[in-house]
T-cell receptor, first 110, second 113 residues
Framework: DVKVTQSSRYLVKRTGEKVFLECVQDMDHENMFWYRQDPGLGLRLIYFSYDVKMKEKGDIPEGYSVSREKKERFSLILESASTNQTSMYLC?????????FGQGTRLTVV | GNSVTQMEGPVTLSEEAFLTINCTYTATGYPSLFWYVQYPGEGLQLLLKATKADDKGSNKGFEATYRKETTSFHLEKGSVQVSDSAVYFCALSDHDTGNQFYFGTGTSLTVIP
C-alpha cells in the first residue's frame, strides 16, 4: 500500500514563527501536492511539485513556500505564521492520475 | 478552466436509505474523475474513479458513472449504513493541466440508525 506520512497530526504555533510541515511518501511518486482544507471551501492547492527541486504555485501560495530536495519528501514552510493560516493541511502524492493523501496536520496559530 | 461543483450539505439520511450526491465538472481536456471520502480526523481516501466517458466506478456499494454529455459524475448508493457517515469529495484530474487535481467543496453525510 502507498503510504503518505505527515510529520504531525496536531501543531500549535505562535504568530510570527517559521513553521515546517513535512510530508514523506514511500512509492517513488514524482508528483506531490500541498492543500489546505477549510470548512465550506473544500481543498485549495497551495503548491505542487513534479520532481526534485521543482515547484509550482497553486491557487493560494501567498505566505507559503515549499522545498523538495529529495523525491520522497515535500516540505511546506510558513515563513511567518499568521492566525489566518490556522487550518487543516493535507499532503498528497500522485501516480497515473490517482492521488494518495496523508492523514493531515491540523495547525493552530495563536 | 477546470472546476468541480458538488451539492452542498450537510445531508442526513436514515440507515438503508438511498444516497445521491450530485457532482458536475468543467474541464479543458479529457479528465479522470474521482470520489474521495474523508472520515472524521483522517485524510482523504480514494473511494472510486472513472477515467473515460461512460465508465462506471464502484466500490463498497457506491457507484458513479462518467457522463460526458451532462458533465456529471454523481455518487450513488442503494442502502447507506451508519459507517458511511463521512465527507465526500468529487474531484477531477486533467493531463492538460499537468495532472493537477481539482476538488469540490465536499458534502457531509450523516447516517442515523
Amino acid at each position: 500500500d502507498v503510504k503518505v506520512t505527515q510529520s504531525s497530526r496536531y501543531l500549535v504555533k505562535r504568530t510570527g514563527e517559521k513553521v515546517f510541515l513535512e510530508c514523506v511518501q514511500d512509492m517513488d511518486h514524482e508528483n506531490m501536492f500541498w492543500y489546505r482544507q477549510d470548512p465550506g471551501l473544500g481543498l485549495r492547492l497551495i503548491y505542487f511539485s513534479y520532481d526534485v527541486k521543482m515547484k509550482e504555485k497553486g491557487d493560494i501560495p501567498e505566505g507559503y513556500s515549499v522545498s523538495r530536495e529529495k523525491k520522497e519528501r515535500f516540505s511546506l514552510i510558513l515563513e511567518s505564521a499568521s492566525t489566518n493560516q490556522t487550518s487543516m493541511y493535507l499532503c498528497a502524492s500522485s501516480y497515473h492520475r490517482e492521488a494518495f493523501f496523508g492523514q493531515g496536520t491540523r495547525l493552530t496559530v495563536v | 478552466g477546470n472546476s468541480v461543483t458538488q451539492m452542498e450539505g450537510p445531508v442526513t439520511l436514515s440507515e438503508e436509505a438511498f444516497l445521491t450526491i450530485n457532482c458536475t465538472y468543467t474541464a479543458t481536456g479529457y479528465p479522470s474523475l474521482f470520489w474521495y471520502v474523508q472520515y472524521p480526523g483522517e485524510g482523504l481516501q480514494l473511494l472510486l474513479k472513472a477515467t473515460k466517458a461512460d465508465d462506471k466506478g464502484s466500490n463498497k456499494g457506491f457507484e458513479a458513472t462518467y457522463r460526458k454529455e451532462t458533465t456529471s459524475f454523481h455518487l450513488e448508493k442503494g442502502s447507506v449504513q451508519v459507517s458511511d457517515s463521512a465527507v465526500y469529495f468529487c474531484a477531477l484530474s486533467d493531463h492538460d493541466t499537468g495532472n493537477q487535481f481539482y476538488f469540490g467543496t465536499g458534502t457531509s453525510l450523516t447516517v442515523i440508525p
